[in-house]
């Protein structure tokens, strides 16, 4: 028989225990931001089939990104997918509206250890992959600046364009075009959720870019002076 598995959200805890079922969402089990409408009211759901914890968007529009953590594994969860919980913790984002959310899912039993490398720390494979300017990482930082400096789990605003221009003293010109380049380049190694198109927010491209960029450590807390530094940022796109 599997072992219980628990989720922690907003420094809480909900055990879920073998045959047992819990359901996260705007109305839910465990009920995350009763008032984002964007939110749905059951989107995704912890369940035991028969010997394996499973993660189930059970969504209709809304996906997530699931990482070990280490964000040496990195999945995109889109609505009626799902993934097996075998980490021994396992992190899931996902934006709703203006709101970026994450949680932390802990197993007691898990099924696989991420053995790193010894002569790489965890996530140095995907960073390394990913070559960025000095202005490029300049403005990941600054959208993910309010995930970055929010300690575990719980929810932060991702910022507007605008905002995130101002941050940096850019005009806003200057910022759309460095984010395309940023998106451009991650899409073409195959990060989904960043290619604009029919039906695809701006903001939604945003938090995406938030979500890989933080949970593949593409950048980090340690990361966040840049941002008041002297430097000047290289613009050799």
């Given at each position: 028989m599997a072992s219980s598995i628990t989720v922690e959200y907003c420094g809480e805890w909900y055990r879920v225990d073998p045959g047992d079922e819990l359901v996260i969402g705007?109305?839910?089990?465990?009920?995350?931001?009763?008032?984002?409408?964007?939110?749905?009211?059951?989107?995704?759901?912890?369940?035991?089939?028969?010997?394996?914890w499973w993660l189930v968007n059970i969504g209709s529009r809304l996906s997530a990104t699931v990482t070990d953590a280490d964000g040496t594994m990195q999945?995109?969860?889109?609505?009626?997918?799902?993934?097996?919980?075998?980490?021994?913790?396992?992190?899931?984002?996902?934006t709703a509206g203006p709101t970026t959310y994450d949680?932390?899912?802990?197993?007691?039993?898990?099924?696989?250890?991420?053995?790193?490398?010894?002569?790489?720390?965890?996530?140095?494979?995907?960073?390394?992959?990913?070559?960025?300017?000095?202005?490029?990482?300049?403005?990941?930082l600054a959208l993910a600046e309010p995930m970055l400096l929010r300690e575990?789990?719980?929810?932060?605003?991702?910022?507007?364009?605008?905002?995130?221009?101002?941050?940096?003293?850019?005009?806003?010109?200057?910022?759309?075009?460095?984010?395309?380049?940023?998106?451009?380049k991650l899409d073409r190694m195959g990060v989904r959720g960043l290619r604009g198109?029919?039906?695809?927010?701006?903001?939604?491209?945003r938090a995406r870019l938030v979500e890989h960029a933080v949970f593949s450590r593409l950048v980090t807390a340690e990361d966040l002076p840049l941002l008041d530094s002297s430097a000047q940022e290289n613009d050799d796109d």
């Open positions: 705007r109305d839910a089990d465990l009920s995350i931001d009763a008032d984002n409408q964007f939110l749905h009211r059951r989107f995704l759901t912890v369940v035991q089939v028969e010997s394996m999945a995109w969860l889109a609505p009626e997918a799902r993934i097996p919980l075998v980490f021994p913790e396992t992190r899931v984002v996902f949680l932390a899912i802990h197993a007691e039993s898990a099924q696989f250890q991420p053995i790193p490398s010894e002569d790489q720390p965890a996530g140095d494979s995907t960073v390394g992959a990913v070559p960025l300017t000095l202005s490029q990482k300049l403005l990941i575990g789990t719980g929810m932060s605003a991702v910022p507007t364009s605008a905002q995130a221009a101002e941050r940096l003293g850019w005009p806003r010109t200057k910022f759309n075009r460095k984010l395309d380049n940023v998106c451009d198109g029919p039906g695809k927010l701006a903001s939604n491209r």
